[in-house]
């Protein structure tokens, strides 16, 4: 028997959960039947929602033995709910995917035949287009992707998901990365493995919307390539470098204007107002840059948890058990 978890971190997903709820049985039930060998777990993970998700895992779990949730004790993320998901994932395969829908269930078949096959380690899809997505956004996203592989040695490829069916081998080595500064599409990447990437086109959310602001995906972007490439640090240095050089020439300059007396000296007043401005804009960013970087350190150094778990389907069951034996 081989168990496949499918991970499903939620925030705020009242509307379109009880959809993927029926659209992802659909979809599993119909592997097993294809498949005798295959069970499913579905592990859901609830972020902190203000909403009726949580009520909403309660009547799953009545419903169905194989849901499973962790609730959280406050928004940490969907980082935190993926790497929470995968933590507690107890199956040989671990699926994660989305709740709204925008990562289609019926993927799954052609996924693990991919993964069964033994020639990859992990299917994911790939996102052809970016409809339903404005102009700007797309334009940012595609810088974000062409910054990112120029300065990083780890390839983030554009359009490629959170949307994953990986192996046991591949999770255990996500797991390994117990970093506090979570940025997935790099950790994904970072690990290696063998990744089939299925085309695919953007679908829209059939209810909800999204929790990402153009704002906050910015930050995110931002997070991303500090989480893997230090190369930031790499230009503050070169600026520095550059500015030495200018400088250097700059003095040459004037010491042999005074010794050979050549030209007029100018009133230069605005000129050094100028430098000095953009010197010292300079220098506080890269000091900005540096403090980036020392505060993810920081963070880091501390070793807090990564999220904290309040309630569990586990808690769940036993005081229902506890208050029906009542
Ligand atoms: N999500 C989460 N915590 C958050 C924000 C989002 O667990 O703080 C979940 C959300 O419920 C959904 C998935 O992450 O299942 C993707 O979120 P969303 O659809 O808002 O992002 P988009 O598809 O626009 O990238
Ligand atoms: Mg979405």
Redo the contacts with the bound molecule.
Sequence with gaps: MKLVSVV??????EDVLPMFYDEITKVTDGMTKQHPELTFEFLF?N??SKDKTLEIFHSLADRDKRVRYISFSR????ES?IYAGLKNAKGDYVVVM???L?HPPAFLPQMYEYVKSGEYDCATTRRTNRKGESKIRSWFSMKFYKIMNAISQTEIVDGAQ?FRFMTRQMVDAILDMSEYNRFSKGIFSWVGFRVKYMPYENVE?PA?????SFWGLFKYSLEGIMAFSTAPLAVASLLGIISCVVAFILIVFTILKAIIGFGETPAGYMTIICVVFLFSGLQLLCTGVLGQYLAKTYLETKHRPIYIAGETDETYRAKKQENEGK
Excluded: H, L
């Design positions: 499903v971190p939620c925030y705020n997903e993970i972020d902190g928004n940490f993320g969907k709910g989305d709740a709204d925008q959170d959310r909800g919307t999204t929790s990402w």
